[in-house]
DNA sequence: GTCGCCGTTTGACATATATCAAATAATTAT
DNA sequence: ATAATTATTTGATATATGTCAAACGGCGAC
């Protein structure tokens, strides 16, 4: 999962000035520093554990016949979390590896249901982000369904650029449906 | 837009057990019955109502380089709806098009926001909804980005006979992102 | 029933992308 | 710094899928 916006955001921030929730936020709350490499959550297990970057970045992935998929690129202020686990308390179809260094808050999932429901500010976060999250989702699968993979690459330099700018080639490709050579090659030519 | 849930259904059950709530709710909604061709909503105007089909069938659609790309196909129980037009009053990335006569329940955004506001089981109704249709799409997602053609039609008639068997090739393939040819070539072969 | 219209199937060929393999280039560890 | 590992580029070839065109089939209008 990811995604963040604007408006959500402010409705934080304005949250956030209410004392009682910025405690009992706080007090449900812990800072980590992961390293490169670490996972956050494996494919299979329950995600019982939401994580907001602070700082850094992950990568979401799933594998397919013995090879990684890349699923998502998560930097700061993303929410890592696999939305269909920590919902529906099943194993999680994907994992989330940290890319680079990365500072994490991390909230457990069941924390976060009493947190929902003690502040009804946090539930509307929660609502908001949801829809953000699904009309992101469409917007994604809309560029895989039918544009080429030279136009689904610009679209996300367009759209993405610190990914691109941050993340490598192969990690990219598969995020896009493609292999890494046919990548390189639509970065040669332009 | 389109998924429903078993949790969501008896939620939704349960809520009209209370008479304030139906009363309010079939005052603001209303029956209509659609013909085969019309469309509910065409791509770029604002996405005003919610569609809830009783009966039928109904197709998202948008266009791209003069064709068709088919985005979802909704039956009976599911609500038909632009997410990002009626969210955020936005014009509608895609058209919904009526595919047999079809029995209809129209509600109007701004309506179902005041009934949410008014009822908060409507507005988990709403959230659940939102998680739903979140976790549909990302598994849609998945089956794009890595599938064959042939595993895209397979897990297609395994997960949604009922589109299969309704639906003529031509929208059946833009859905799943070939051309008409092949997948009918899919098909021959078995 | 016959005609005409769609939707589907089939064929020949073009093209985008994948695969396998090797050569560079860039990072990381020693 | 140097070696060792890992990431990227490039090349030759294979394959899946697209494109264009024609034939076939079912089904409603008349």
New interface residues.
Partial sequence: MKYQEAIIEELLTTAFQDETLRNAYYEAAQEKMFKKGDLLLEQGQICRYCYTLLSGAVRGF?L?DGRE?T?SFCFASDVVMS??SA??LTPS?ESFEVLEDSLVEVVSVEKLTQLRAQFPVL?KV??LS??A???W??E???S???ATAKERYELLLERYPQIVRNVQLSHIA?YL?ITLETLSRIRAKG
Avoid: D, V
């Fill in positions: 799933y397919k998929i699923t939305l269909e919902t529906r179809p539930e929660w609502t949801m829809e999250y699904a009309i989702l469409e994604r699968l809309a895989l369904q039918f598969s449906g």
